[in-house]
């Protein structure tokens, strides 16, 4: 069973950073296959970013949403089983609970999807104002 806690969440103004952790415990699988996903009052819960070390680099593979590209920067320390979301030059819109999610099941949706991943953190709430 993986353990999921995230920290770092508060409020910014617009234009401000904020870094996201989250770290894992048990940890065991082969496959490091991490995400970052955000739910807004009354929205779907949609994916962030992802890094997946499937072996295609040893750096991981990183997908990002359209919506935060250029902006925020998923990182893994794996030696620490912590996962990181840099984010940049926030926007209202960003305003969110951001939840960590780990273990990809390999359902084909990617790793952005929210069905792929089987554990999922408790959140950490991120509030932009303008």
């Known amino acids: 069973q993986v353990q999921l806690v995230e920290f770092g969440g508060g409020s910014v103004q617009s234009g401000g950073s904020l870094r996201l952790s989250c770290k894992a415990s048990?940890?065991?699988?082969?496959?490091?296959?991490m995400g970052w996903f955000r739910q807004a009052p009354g929205k779907e819960r949609e994916g962030v970013a992802s890094?997946?070390?499937?072996?295609?680099?040893?750096?991981?593979?990183?997908t990002y949403a359209d919506s935060v590209k250029g902006r925020f920067t998923i990182a893994s320390d794996n030696a620490k089983s912590t996962l990181y979301l840099q984010m940049n030059d926030l926007k209202p819109e960003d305003t969110a609970m951001y939840y960590c999610?780990?273990?990809?099941?390999?359902?084909?949706?990617?790793?952005?999807?929210?069905?792929?991943?089987?554990?999922w953190g408790q959140g950490t709430q991120v509030t932009v104002s303008s």
């Open positions: 890094i997946d070390f499937d072996g295609s680099s040893s750096d991981g593979t990183t």
């Open positions: 048990a940890y065991t699988t082969s496959r490091y296959c």
């Open positions: 999610a780990a273990e990809c099941r390999g359902t084909g949706w990617g790793t952005l999807a929210t069905v792929e991943y089987e554990y």
